[in-house]
Structure formats: structure tokens, C-alpha cells
């Protein structure tokens, strides 16, 4: 059975390990250990009393930027992510956050797709963003209450 969760220190160590099953530049336990801050608002999915996936944002005014979304291997394909990512819209919607953004490796089109079908649109590109392997970022947006129109392609 799954149940989203608030993201808590008790989950940080299984975070890291998908981390590193998900990520050629994974974040370190430190690193992850802001998803649990006052600034973050973070959600895990359980799965019978194991971490399956999470995914947080930092939250500044009325702007929120998605920081990691991730979904352990053997749950994928299970509507986690999805399940998070409307863990977190609902969150910015019901919190006055106008709106939403997150970069996204140009290769993960399993994510870009998902985040399409969320309502977020591609604005920007970040030629070498990443490491390990370099790549670009796509600098994807979601607005609250607007009615945005998906790019042709």
C-alpha cells in the first residue's frame, strides 16, 4: 500500500541510496538532509513501510523550485513521481506559490514527460549544466491559473 508522507530525517539514509541508484552525481546525506529545513517542503512515498520515492522544493515567497524528484528503480512506472509531483502542486496552489520551477537533464524524457503532463512548460535551456556526464538542463515552468500552451514537438 503507498502513503505520501512529509519528507523527515528518518528517511534521508534510504534517500541516499536511491540517490545513487538514480543519479550519476548523486546528493550527499548533508545534502539531503535540507529537504527536512523549515525552507523545504518534502514528501516521501511509502510503500509498505519502505521508501519508494522523493521529491522536494525550496519555497521562497510565492515561488517554488522543485530541487529532486527521484523514484527508486524496482517502483518506477508505479505513478510515485506523479503522485509527489501533485503532492507538491497542491502544496503551492493552497500556499499563495504562483509558481513552480525545475531543471531537468535533456535525456530524462520519461521526467519531461511527466512534467508536461503536470503543466509545465519548457522556457530555457542550460547548455552544460550537469556533470556526469555533462549535459543540459531544460528549465521547465508550471504557473498557477494560467491556461499555458504545450510547445509543438
Known amino acids: 500500500m503507498m502513503e505520501i508522507v512529509?519528507?523527515?530525517?528518518?528517511?534521508?539514509?534510504?534517500?541516499?541510496?536511491?540517490e545513487t541508484l538514480?543519479?550519476?552525481?548523486?546528493?550527499?546525506?548533508?545534502?539531503?538532509?535540507?529537504?527536512?529545513?523549515?525552507r523545504a517542503v518534502s514528501y516521501?512515498?511509502?510503500?509498505?513501510?519502505?521508501?519508494?520515492?522523493y521529491a522536494g522544493m525550496l519555497c521562497v515567497l510565492d515561488e517554488g523550485q522543485i530541487l529532486n524528484v527521484a523514484t527508486h528503480p524496482d517502483y518506477r512506472r508505479r505513478?510515485?513521481?506523479?503522485?509527489l509531483l501533485g503532492a507538491l502542486i497542491d502544496y503551492a496552489d493552497s500556499h499563495g506559490i504562483v509558481t513552480l520551477l525545475l531543471e531537468v537533464r535533456e535525456s530524462n524524457t520519461p521526467a519531461i514527460s511527466l512534467y508536461r503532463s503536470a503543466g509545465f512548460v519548457a522556457v530555457g535551456y542550460r547548455p552544460r549544466y550537469y556533470r556526469k556526464p555533462v549535459e543540459a538542463a531544460v528549465i521547465m515552468v508550471r504557473t498557477k491559473n494560467t491556461d499555458v500552451k504545450q510547445p509543438k514537438g
Open 6 to 18: 512529509r519528507f523527515g530525517p528518518e528517511h534521508v539514509s534510504e534517500a541516499a541510496h536511491i
Open 79 to 83: 505513478g510515485y513521481a506523479r503522485a
Open 44 to 53: 516521501a512515498c511509502m510503500v509498505d513501510g519502505k521508501l519508494a520515492a
Open 22 to 38: 538514480c543519479f550519476s552525481d548523486p546528493w550527499s546525506e548533508a545534502g539531503l538532509e535540507f529537504l527536512t529545513s523549515k
